[in-house]
């Protein structure tokens, strides 16, 4: 079988889309992975991969909305060629910008399109492209009142088999992250939390931006600052407790290994995306949500499951037993089925 994986440049997007395409050529299937410029980066050797133009949708300023809609012809002009040129039998959308014209162009070649949605708000593709697909899979169950024009199934959000961690033990610090990026105020909660419980270890995943100024900051004994990893496995092993940000992969990461986890959601995200994530995790009892307006409410929390054993391992069982561990291979059977039928 021949697929065409379609997917913006983030690594919310990136990350599932990769292990969607492992999963694939596994099993003995041809992928391309289509993408933007940012993406490309993320592509390992030995996966063949190609660029298209993308913009974001529309703008402010006239220019942005003339600047997106040639962007998204051009974009679908060479989707088409591609399509063409590789004659996939079915195009998968990861979500992102970059996806698009790849799926516009798979709908006017007649091509099955299957849609992939981290989030519990679906994202403009995916409410701009669920008509024409066969299926969607949610990583997170869709929020109450959105509906979809598609047949949807929850099947988790598809993870990097290395981030699964098949008998993880507790570990001994507390790891504060934001997703791949970083997030600075998580980063200075993070920084003032390792001040005031002088004997817990902190690790900050700070990201790039944020890295030099907070190893410029006076040392602290209990605290590592790691800028950016492509391994977060290797910070979930040492993890007792987590406070993170709640976009759908890093979330989904810290279920799925059991990790007792304090969610900040960012409340810039769109359509507040995050916020409505974190709700999901803590209305069953995963993790325990605390808007940025209320970050102080961080520390004493964090004391709590600190102190108390019993909390942080149900916590961690509710977690775990939250999101399914195979996606990937849900996904690929699906599919398989879907276009035998």
């Known amino acids: 079988m021949r697929l065409m994986l379609a997917c913006g440049g983030t690594g919310g997007h990136m990350f599932p889309a990769l292990a969607l395409a492992d999963e694939f050529s596994d099993a003995g299937d041809d992928v391309m992975m289509v993408t933007d410029s940012r993406g490309i980066g993320f592509v390992p050797s030995g996966l063949e991969a190609r660029i298209v133009p993308s913009t974001a949708f529309f703008g402010r300023s006239v220019g942005d909305k003339f600047r997106s809609i040639a962007g998204y012809f051009k974009g679908k002009k060479e989707s088409l060629e591609l399509i063409d040129t590789f004659s996939p039998q079915a195009v998968i959308g990861a979500g992102g910008y970059a996806s698009f014209p790849v799926i516009r162009a798979a709908k006017k070649k007649r091509i099955p399109i299957f849609l992939l949605e981290q989030n519990s708000v679906p994202g403009r593709v995916t409410r701009l492209c669920a008509s024409s697909a066969r299926e969607i899979y949610l990583g997170i169950p869709v929020v109450e009142g959105v509906s979809l024009k598609a047949r949807t199934v929850f099947t988790g959000n598809v993870l990097r088999r290395s981030v699964i961690l098949v008998s993880r033990k507790e570990g001994k610090k507390i790891l504060v992250l934001g997703g791949s990026g970083g997030a600075r105020r998580l980063n200075y909660l993070g920084y003032e939390l390792a001040q005031k419980f002088p004997r817990e270890k902190f690790i900050i995943l700070t990201g790039r931006r944020d890295y030099p100024e907070l190893k410029a900051r006076p040392p602290l004994a209990n605290l590592e600052l790691v800028e950016f990893t492509s391994h977060p496995e290797e910070l979930y092993t040492q993890t007792r407790v987590a406070i993170s940000r709640a976009g759908a992969i890093t979330l989904s990461e810290l279920l799925v290994n059991g990790i007792p986890s304090i969610l900040v959601p960012f409340p810039h995200a769109v359509d507040d995306h995050q916020l409505h994530n974190a709700l999901w995790a803590h ?57 035998a039928a």
């Open 283 to 339: 209305k069953a009892n995963a993790a325990v949500m605390v808007p940025e307006q209320e970050i102080k409410r961080a520390e004493p929390l964090l004391k709590e499951l600190i102190k108390d054993k019993a909390l942080r391992k149900k916590m961690g069982e509710q977690a775990h037993g939250l999101v399914p561990q195979d996606a990937a291979r849900v996904i690929r059977e699906r599919i398989e089925k879907c276009l």
